[in-house]
């Protein structure tokens, strides 16, 4: 440190340290190091299997989800002890790869949780959903896989969150409708918000500011999204052990 | 307070109000134990009931090709802790007659009281009837609610029922219906209860599918807490070509509450299919972190998913 200089210190949105989690003997996430900065959008790629998910669900805290070691921090708080509506509270949300199917439940309710004057109109509009059509429509089986993706993203949009969590926020879209998936994530953040993009889907990923590679629960290669792409696309992990990676191409 | 007053004072907590009894475009009977407190018919629909010791006896005629536009209300109740009341109807929906009943049973201060229902519904060829049952008890529980009725669905007839008891704790309760269908009539059985402390429910549902293309659909949503029981039992029998039937049960269990769900299809025809799911556990987890996840507490998320079940 140079003496007489002023440094500010910016702490990252999202601390990830070490973060193991086993189930039995395997460990599906293997001291796991990630960082995420406020209003980042981060995209995460992997093959199936590689820890995604998991990552996803033990960042919310759902139940069974609890590390054997490792430290995550949000905004400088001890993510970990907190229980799952508590990190809701903190900003913190988590949009389901297969969203849950609410019986008796309307769409206007599902997009005003907790926040009854607030107005759901904009949010359909932005994930491309007619209101008239859908406010008064209940968030149940009758609707399709895209029609309730895109009610999630409308869900996570309308709380505003500090970092939304998206797994696979695009699966089941038709084409001609992933530009409303990409506005709501380039909204989250002009929001203030950031995001953790975990996706298959290149066209998504390359809106991301940074991305990072997952393979065995690690994460093996990190940076500007289109090297990343480039680097998951056309090969195959076949061994993560250690410091060794090994890789053939396909 | 009056008898009639101290029963339509809980109108509301089943959907109406007491002005409905002021409207003479509305038809509504009141019966309060075995008395009858007030009623009025309007054009088409003939009331013929009496008052005996044992119970309030009659039947109820609406008719030919006549659609009654406003609900029929039919408040029964008891406006005292203790007491019972039987109530013996014949309901006949003539050919191509269409009407709704509301039907109110109310037991706001009830301790330990009785109350019996026992009814006969013929719905006439291309008629429609709308019944929908909803009940109110207070906090006591001590009931005994015994209502049973069977139900013929005549050609191209419709029958939608709808029974609900989501306020107060009620006690014991024991539905039985049975409900035959005619070629190409369709019957639609819906019922939701939350049961609280020591309740105790039995409902039999049974739809017979005796007509060509007939339909029927038994829909049933318990919500039990504390140390409440259900016994949920739906039966679909198919008989005749083209026939349709499903049988969907789901029970929420919280508590030390315990549940039994037994769904059975009978097919006596080959080109006839029913079908069945039943569900009994917890709140889905899944819907219950959803809603956590945006900010919900667990009681708040629990409490959401099942207003929405009951609704």
């Known amino acids: ?250 | 307070m009056s008898e009639l007053e101290e029963l339509t004072r809980v109108l509301p907590m089943v959907g109406a109000e007491s002005t409905i009894l002021d409207d003479e475009r509305i038809a509504h009977v009141v019966g309060q134990g075995h008395h009858i407190l007030s009623r009025r018919s309007v054009p088409g629909l003939r009331l013929d009931l009496e008052e005996t010791p044992e119970a309030i006896v009659g039947k109820m005629t609406i008719q030919a090709g006549v659609t009654i536009a406003q609900p029929i209300h039919m408040c029964f109740g008891l406006a005292h802790p203790t007491g019972s009341q039987r109530i013996q109807i014949d309901v006949f929906v003539e050919e191509r007659a269409t009407a709704r009943v509301l039907s109110h049973c109310l037991f706001p201060v009830a301790t330990e009281a009785e109350h019996r229902m026992q009814a006969m519904i013929d719905i006439g060829p291309g008629a429609s009837l709308t019944y929908t049952e909803g009940h109110y008890h207070g906090p006591h529980g001590g009931m005994l609610v015994i209502p049973h009725a069977t139900v013929k669905i005549g050609k191209g007839a419709r029958y939608f029922s709808d029974f609900s008891l989501l306020s107060g704790s009620v006690g014991s309760l024991d539905i039985d219906y049975l409900v035959e269908v005619e070629e190409d009539g369709i019957a639609e059985l819906t019922a939701k209860i939350f049961a609280h402390k020591t309740d105790r429910i039995a409902l039999k549902e049974t739809v017979v599918l005796r007509g060509e293309r007939s339909r029927g659909l038994i829909k049933t949503r318990v919500v039990l807490e504390d140390n409440a029981l259900a016994e949920i039992t739906g039966i679909t029998e198919a008989h005749a070509k083209g026939a349709r039937g499903h049988v969907d049960c789901m029970e929420i269990v919280q508590g030390q509450a315990q549940a039994s769900a037994i769904p059975i299809v009978r097919v006596f025809h080959p080109e006839a299919k029913v079908t069945h799911e039943a569900a009994i556990g917890s709140v889905d987890k899944k819907e219950l972190e959803t809603l956590m996840a945006r900010g919900l507490s667990p009681e708040q998320a629990v409490e959401m998913i099942v207003s929405g079940i009951l609704r």
């Open chain 1, 1 to 250: 440190m140079v003496e007489g200089a002023w440094y500010v210190v910016i702490s990252p949105l999202l601390g990830i340290r070490d973060l193991t989690f086993r189930v039995s003997d395997q460990k599906i996430l293997d001291r796991l190091d990630l960082t995420i900065q406020p209003r980042e959008i981060h995209a995460l790629l992997g093959a199936n299997g590689s820890g995604k998910t998991t990552l996803a669900y033990l960042l919310m805290g759902c139940d069974g989800y609890v590390p054997a070691a490792g430290t995550v921090t949000f905004e400088g708080a001890d993510l970990l002890s907190l229980k799952m509506h508590e990190r809701a509270k903190l900003g913190l949300t988590l949009a389901w790869q297969e969203p849950a199917r609410f019986e008796g439940i309307t769409v206007r309710e599902y997009l005003t949780l907790g926040r009854s004057n607030s107005n759901p109109e904009p949010m359909l509009v932005q994930v491309g959903l007619d209101p008239d059509r859908y406010l008064d429509r209940r968030v149940d089986k009758a609707l399709s896989g895209g029609e309730r993706h895109r009610i999630e993203l409308a869900s996570v949009l309308s709380i505003e969150p500090t970092l939304a969590i998206l797994d696979e926020p695009a699966a089941g879209i038709d084409m001609l409708s992933i530009n409303h998936i990409i506005n709501v994530i380039r909204t989250i953040k002009e929001n203030g918000g950031a995001v953790l993009l975990i996706t298959h889907q290149e066209e998504v990923a390359a809106i991301a500011d940074s991305a990072s590679q997952l393979c065995n629960g690690r994460i093996i290669f990190s940076g500007d999204p289109a090297h990343v792409i480039q680097h998951f696309r056309g090969r195959t992990c076949v061994r993560c052990d250690g410091e060794v990676y090994g890789y053939v191409r396909t």
